[in-house]
């Protein structure tokens, strides 16, 4: 295994080499604006899937390639960074130093990964119901609509259990089953930081290296294909 010792900073307080970040150019999908985050375009026909770009979609995960480091349209070329430090990247209202940073729900921007310390998790687990064959409403208290509904059979008496789920809300958990037949309601909220992992793929695709000003902020962006 070998080690290679790189200085940090310049003979002239500058930013060395080995910091600054590695970009690749790419083709163009559609309009990209500098700071954008940008994604593989699958919509592509064979080898163009690796070579097109464009704004990253919500969520994008695995597909994120890095930061533009330009602004393009589409037919054009852009080059991204895909691993180093870009003085101002497209993130979300509230990101701050230190955050792990992905796409959220805002396409081309990056969100900031919340802690689990302050994103927490439910769950709600109802007294035994009696199915009318009617849609019936069990308040779960969550605040949201439940990440994963079920409804549970307890002693059937008919050996029939039909239930169909209806459009849970942030109040109730909905569901019609069979006349007679108990069922109990189980309801979960994910915490905030589980959902945004699962949306990241394979995790943080950035690091946020200052607090976010009008939607731009300095990041390191985490190596994601070679340079």
């Known amino acids: 295994m070998s080690f290679y010792n790189l200085p940090l900073l310049t003979a002239d307080g500058g930013i060395s080499p080995a910091l600054e970040a590695n970009s690749l150019t790419f083709l163009a999908g559609g309009t990209i604006a500098a700071?954008?985050?940008?994604?593989?375009?699958?919509?592509?026909?064979?080898?163009?899937?690796?070579?097109?770009?464009?704004?990253a979609p919500a969520n994008a995960g695995s597909l994120v390639v890095g930061v533009a480091l330009e602004a393009a349209t589409s037919g054009g070329t852009v080059r991204v960074a895909t691993h180093g430090y870009v003085d101002s990247a497209d993130v979300e209202t509230g990101v701050v130093a230190g955050q792990g940073l992905f796409v959220g729900t805002t396409a081309g921007r990056l969100a900031g990964l919340q802690n689990a310390?302050?994103?927490?998790?439910?769950?709600?687990?109802?007294?035994?119901?009696?199915?009318?064959?009617?849609?019936?409403?069990?308040?779960?208290?969550l605040g949201v609509i439940p990440d994963l509904v079920m409804a549970i059979p307890q002693n059937l008496t008919g050996g029939a259990f039909v239930v169909t789920a209806g459009a849970h809300t942030s109040t109730n958990a909905i569901f019609t089953v069979t006349t007679g037949e108990a069922y109990t309601v189980v309801a979960i909220r994910f915490a905030a930081s589980t959902k945004q992992l699962g949306a990241g793929g394979n995790g943080a695709v950035a690091v946020a290296m200052s607090n976010e000003a009008a939607n731009k902020a300095a990041v390191f962006v985490l190596g994601r294909i070679g340079a």
């Open 35 to 55: 700071g954008d985050t940008v994604a593989f375009d699958l919509s592509q026909t064979a080898a163009n899937k690796a070579a097109v770009v464009v704004e």
């Open 117 to 141: 310390a302050t994103s927490t998790q439910a769950a709600f687990i109802s007294a035994p119901v009696v199915g009318n064959a009617a849609p019936q409403n069990t308040p779960h208290g």
